[in-house]
Structure formats: C-alpha cells, structure tokens
C-alpha cells in the first residue's frame, strides 16, 4: 500500500480529517435547521373575530403552517349545530380551496344521501332546498352554513375542469342508520338494486324481487313503522338468509362489471356493501347496552373507499368531536370503560399517523335558545377559558405542559358515560370558542 505526503500529511490522514469535517458540518447543519423549526413553532393563541364567518386569510396563515404535510385534516364541533364551530369550519374550508391545498370534502353524513350534493356543487339542475333536505343527514341540512357551503362551492367550481373542482361526500352510514327516529336503512340497497335494475338480466330481476322482500323489515321498530314489519321480528335464519341474499347482490354487481361504467361499478358495489353495513348494525343497536361501535368501524370503511374514488387526494372531513379525536374514553359511574372500541378518529390515526391532523373543538357555554343557556361541565374547558382568557382563538398546543398533557374530561356526560380525553393526544389544534349559540331555521 503506498502513502502520498501532502503537505505533512498522509493522504489516510487527510482522507479521515475530511469525512470528520463533513461529519461536523452536517450535524451542525441539522442541529441548526431542527433549531429554527422549533423557534417557528409558536404555542401563542391566533385570536378570532366575532364573527367567525368572516375570518380575514391572514388569520388562518399559522394554521396553514400548522397543517403542512397533512393529507386528512378533521375539523370537528363539540355538539352539533352550533354556529360558531360551522362558522368556523365554512372560512377555514374556503381558505383551504383557494390555497389549492384540498379539493375533497367529507361531512358526518350518508354516503348515498352525498351523491345529490356532490352532483349539486358541480352544477347540477337541482334545487338547493331539495339538496339540503334529501342530502344532508340527521336534519342538518337546516343550518344555514351548510346551504351557504354548497352555494360558495357551486360558484368556485363554475367552468372548471373536473379535475380540479372539489368533490363532495358523506362518510357515515348510510339512511341515518344511527338515528331511530329518522332512520331509512333500506336506502343503501334501494339505490345499488337501481344498478341490477339498469342492466334487465334474469339473473338481475330474481335477485330484486329476493331483496324486495327483505326490505320492509329494514327498521329498528322504533320509528313509528309497522310493528309487524321490524327487524326484531326476522328468525335468525331470515337474516342469515338476507345476508347471503345481499353478498349475493354484491357477487352480481361484482360479475357484471365490464357493463357498468367505472362510476357506475364503483358506487354500485359500494351501495350494496353499506346495505351489508346496515343488517349488521340493525342486529347489533337491539342488543341490550349497544354501544354501536359498528357505526365507527363502517364510517371509517367509508372514508377509505371514498379516498381510495379520489386517488389519495388530500381531504377535509367535518364531524363531531367525539368522532374526530384520536384518542377517547368514556367512563360510567362505577368506573368502567364504555368505549373499549376504536373511534372514527383513532381508526384514522392509527393507519395515517401524523398525516391525519385534527382540529379540536371547546366552548364554555352554549346557548340553545331564548332565555336557556348551558354551562359546559368540561374541566378541560374551564382550564382553556381561564389560562388564555380570550374568546375565540386557535393554538398548536404545547403538549409538554401540564394543560395538554393530563387526562381530562370534556363535554357533558352522554349515553355512554362521561367523556375523557388525553388532550395531547386527542387532537392537533385547538379552537377554543367561549359561547356557542344553536342555529336557528329561517
């Protein structure tokens, strides 16, 4: 082995003094950059006008900064419709549209029931009461944000491209399942059974009138049907058998694919399977102490297919809290968990990680109509109005102090128990709006 002196040194040695400086100048390099990021990070609260609707884009620069890199952004309310969080949620979506930083957008609503919203905001002849009425679930469909939403979305996407117009969807179940009183769970098999319908084949016509059938029974009871046509009163073999009836709904469809376009194919088959979805739900909400832990797992299977419809595409989803967070406990008296199941948010985060950014939702009291107020019994809720003593902001918590990082309960106490939260795990950002008013229908 030969040696070249150079200038004292050996060419080993010169070799080992270089790679040692670059060593150096790299980890200088990053300890500086990791520095800087640390100082950007500001923990200070972005303080919100009164009026919520009309957030100025400058307001929403730090969180734009605070949502870089996420690709599900969960903007949640902490009880549904109040004004100020849908206030909130319609300027921070516009914001997002304008900056091209989404083009998807998910509401706590039915999947099939989205189809005519979607189908509206891309300039669709349709009436935007109908819309409201038949595509929005649970009745929410009567708060003003949500029509003042779809007519703001209907304008930006006016003489676009379809690639670059934003795109509508509900992730729940399908037919307002969870709801009893409002409840329509044939819904989902009635619009995939119009696919079957379309194509006229004998296989098609014997397979609808096995569904059709089925359907009256399609019901908890407990919305004011005919007490003779419940699900209660199906034998367990009658399920079995429309269970296979609807897999065998779902073969068809899935046989029959090179008749259907991509779109036809893709929500026909979707349709059929929140069908599925709903016979499992019926048979679990009559058990005794339900704690509908289906309706989560289903909302997030909904999301996935929705994602996978829109190629991956960043997405805005809106719910409530209890949906939206990453982490949720509830509690009964005697101390017993009532959530041992995933939520919609923990389903999220635990397959996208930090790519799922959620928005957390608080207030300190709520207004629900003339001369009733109500004190939200958070002591989360309390500690935020007492350490930033402001009204309406939003802040990237500091989730090494205390204030974030101890278990907490929130919200008032549900069905299911009262409600806990680790806050440092729970969400990402935190809006903080100290009186929130329910809507009112005009």
Not at 14 to 36: E, G, H, M, N, V
Not at 330 to 346: C, F, Q, R, V
């Given at each position: 082995m030969f040696f070249t002196?150079?200038?004292?040194?050996?060419?080993?040695?010169?070799?080992?003094?270089?790679k040692k400086f670059f060593y150096l100048f790299f980890a200088t390099a990053f300890f500086l950059s990791t520095t800087q990021c640390n100082q950007r990070v500001s923990y200070k609260p972005v303080i919100l006008p009164a009026?919520?609707?009309?957030?100025?884009?400058?307001?929403?620069?730090?969180?734009?900064?605070?949502?870089?890199?996420?690709?599900?952004?969960?903007?949640?309310?902490?009880?549904?419709?109040?004004?100020?969080?849908?206030?909130?949620?319609?300027?921070?979506?516009?914001?997002?549209?304008?900056?091209?930083?989404?083009?998807?957008?998910?509401?706590?609503?039915?999947?099939?029931?989205?189809?005519?919203?979607?189908?509206?905001?891309?300039?669709?002849?349709?009436?935007?009461?109908?819309?409201?009425?038949?595509?929005?679930?649970?009745?929410?469909?009567?708060?003003?944000?949500?029509?003042?939403?779809?007519?703001?979305l209907r304008k930006i996407n006016w003489n676009k491209p379809k690639e670059d117009r934003v795109q509508f969807y509900g992730f729940d179940m399908v037919g307002n399942a969870p709801n009893p009183y409002e409840e329509n769970p044939e819904l989902a098999l009635l619009e995939s059974m119009k696919f079957v319908r379309k194509l006229k084949t004998t296989s098609g016509r014997k397979l609808l009138v096995q569904l059709k059938s089925y359907l009256p029974y399609l019901h908890s009871g407990k919305d004011g049907n005919d007490p003779n046509f419940r699900f209660e009163r199906l034998s367990q073999q009658q399920k079995k058998e429309l269970i296979n009836t609807v897999n065998d709904l779902i073969k068809w469809i899935k046989d029959h694919k090179n008749q259907f376009t991509n779109e036809e194919f893709n929500w026909g088959l979707q349709l059929a399977k929140c069908g599925l979805q709903n016979i499992y739900f019926l048979q679990e909400i009559i058990q005794p102490n339900s704690d509908q832990h289906l309706r989560e797992k289903f909302m997030f299977n909904n999301l996935q297919w929705i994602m996978r419809m829109e190629n991956d595409r960043p997405i805005v989803l809106f719910g409530h809290l209890a949906h939206m967070t990453k982490e949720l406990n509830a509690y009964n008296e005697d101390g017993k968990n009532m959530l041992p199941h995933p939520m919609l948010g923990e389903y999220i985060g635990k397959k996208y990680g930090n790519k799922y950014q959620v928005i957390g939702n608080f207030f300190s009291y709520a207004k629900f109509d003339e001369g009733t107020d109500s004190l939200d019994i958070s002591t989360f809720s309390r500690k935020i109005e007492q350490h930033y003593k402001a009204a309406n902001f939003y802040l990237k918590p500091d989730k090494s102090k205390k204030l974030f990082s101890t278990p907490t309960k929130f919200g008032t106490p549900s069905f299911v128990g009262d409600l806990w939260m680790n806050p440092a795990n729970g969400f990402d950002i935190l809006l903080f709006t100290k009186k929130q008013h329910f809507y009112k229908k005009k």
């Amino acid at each position: 082995m030969f040696f070249t002196k150079f200038g004292g040194t050996t060419a080993m040695n010169q070799s080992k003094i270089i790679k040692k400086f670059f060593y150096l100048f790299f980890a200088t390099a990053f300890f500086l950059s990791t520095t800087q990021c640390n100082q950007r990070v500001s923990y200070k609260p972005v303080i919100l006008p009164a009026n919520l609707s009309a957030i100025p884009d400058d307001s929403f620069a730090p969180l734009g900064e605070y949502l870089e890199g996420a690709e599900i952004i969960g903007i949640s309310e902490a009880t549904h419709g109040m004004n100020e969080p849908l206030d909130f949620r319609n300027s921070l979506i516009k914001y997002l549209v304008k900056k091209h930083r989404v083009r998807i957008i998910a509401f706590e609503s039915g999947l099939s029931e989205s189809r005519i919203v979607n189908e509206y905001i891309n300039g669709g002849r349709i009436g935007i009461d109908a819309v409201l009425k038949k595509g929005i679930s649970y009745g929410f469909g009567d708060f003003k944000q949500n029509k003042h939403l779809l007519i703001w979305l209907r304008k930006i996407n006016w003489n676009k491209p379809k690639e670059d117009r934003v795109q509508f969807y509900g992730f729940d179940m399908v037919g307002n399942a969870p709801n009893p009183y409002e409840e329509n769970p044939e819904l989902a098999l009635l619009e995939s059974m119009k696919f079957v319908r379309k194509l006229k084949t004998t296989s098609g016509r014997k397979l609808l009138v096995q569904l059709k059938s089925y359907l009256p029974y399609l019901h908890s009871g407990k919305d004011g049907n005919d007490p003779n046509f419940r699900f209660e009163r199906l034998s367990q073999q009658q399920k079995k058998e429309l269970i296979n009836t609807v897999n065998d709904l779902i073969k068809w469809i899935k046989d029959h694919k090179n008749q259907f376009t991509n779109e036809e194919f893709n929500w026909g088959l979707q349709l059929a399977k929140c069908g599925l979805q709903n016979i499992y739900f019926l048979q679990e909400i009559i058990q005794p102490n339900s704690d509908q832990h289906l309706r989560e797992k289903f909302m997030f299977n909904n999301l996935q297919w929705i994602m996978r419809m829109e190629n991956d595409r960043p997405i805005v989803l809106f719910g409530h809290l209890a949906h939206m967070t990453k982490e949720l406990n509830a509690y009964n008296e005697d101390g017993k968990n009532m959530l041992p199941h995933p939520m919609l948010g923990e389903y999220i985060g635990k397959k996208y990680g930090n790519k799922y950014q959620v928005i957390g939702n608080f207030f300190s009291y709520a207004k629900f109509d003339e001369g009733t107020d109500s004190l939200d019994i958070s002591t989360f809720s309390r500690k935020i109005e007492q350490h930033y003593k402001a009204a309406n902001f939003y802040l990237k918590p500091d989730k090494s102090k205390k204030l974030f990082s101890t278990p907490t309960k929130f919200g008032t106490p549900s069905f299911v128990g009262d409600l806990w939260m680790n806050p440092a795990n729970g969400f990402d950002i935190l809006l903080f709006t100290k009186k929130q008013h329910f809507y009112k229908k005009k």
